[in-house]
């Protein structure tokens, strides 16, 4: 099939959104963790919300009838508020798990992110190898995020003491010793230095991939109480299928430095 041109996208995404129209609330809330998503989802210190997912969410709705606006929240509060669709209808920046699929549609995926675990040299001198994710819990308590999902880590069914609001803090702990290991993506904890926290500059803080763990796609959950939220989820995945065929996406992605890998649909 010929790819379609830039041209050809802009029609068609209208067209998307003019039979969309009479279905979908004028105004659409989209949040975002507050601990920071960059170089996806972030806010500088005027507040003002930037990154890759902030410039999708602005093309998907540059030809629509309706507003779309993002605000930041701690993630649990976000998942809360966007699973009940009255203040928020969408969560952005979301991995998958049995959880989620229950209780929200998910878009297609839009990037993909790598596990990683980390460590301090403080308590592992000689650094910390596994052969698998199962093998990490061996070596002490595993630290994570309040109300991330880690579900993709190939950790089996090692608990996740997961009550740290951010990866600052995630460090400090392993420094403390209060956690052996925390776990993340690298992208992220890589992308935190764009905001000044230059995690690893650290010589202390050791890190590697988690071995059998696969490259994790992300996604946007759509709240299940929206009403009409399969009509918002087929709209936002075929104006992503449709920037992705004309080439927009990977020249958004560039934009923000992020790898143009093969995505799920």
């Not at 939220?229 to 934009?255: C, F, N, P, V, Y």
Request: net charge neutral; proline share 6%.
């Amino acid at each position: 099939m010929r790819p379609l041109t830039a041209l050809a996208v802009l029609p068609l995404i209208t067209l998307f959104w003019l039979s969309a129209r009479a279905e979908l609330p004028p105004r659409l809330q989209f949040c975002a963790d507050a601990a920071q998503w960059p170089p996806f989802s972030y806010s500088d210190s005027q507040g003002m919300m930037h990154g890759y997912t902030v410039d999708l969410v602005e093309r998907i709705f540059a030809d629509s009838p309706h507003q779309a606006s993002v605000e930041q929240l701690p993630w649990r509060r976000c998942l809360a508020a966007t699973e009940q669709g009255k203040q928020f209808q969408v969560a952005l920046d979301a991995s998958s798990s049995d959880e989620r699929r229950r209780k929200f549609l998910l878009s297609r995926d839009y990037y993909q992110l790598t596990p990683y675990y980390f460590y301090s040299m403080r308590s592992f001198p000689d650094g910390l190898s596994i052969n698998s994710g199962s093998e990490l819990g061996q070596h002490g308590t595993i630290c994570g995020i309040a109300g991330y999902s880690y579900t993709n880590f190939a950790l089996g069914n090692t608990p996740i003491y997961k009550e740290m609001k951010d990866f600052a803090t995630l460090k400090e702990m392993a420094h403390r010793g209060r956690c052996a290991t925390f776990i993340g993506r690298f992208e992220i904890v890589s992308g935190l230095a764009n905001l000044g926290i230059d995690l690893l500059r650290d010589p202390q803080l050791g890190y590697a991939p988690i071995p059998d763990a696969q490259s994790e796609p992300f996604y946007m959950l759509i709240s299940r109480n929206l009403a009409d939220a399969d009509k918002l989820k087929q709209q936002i995945d075929q104006t992503i299928d449709a920037l992705e065929a004309s080439g927009e996406l990977r020249r958004m992605k560039e934009k923000h430095g992020i790898k143009n890998q093969p995505m799920n649909k």
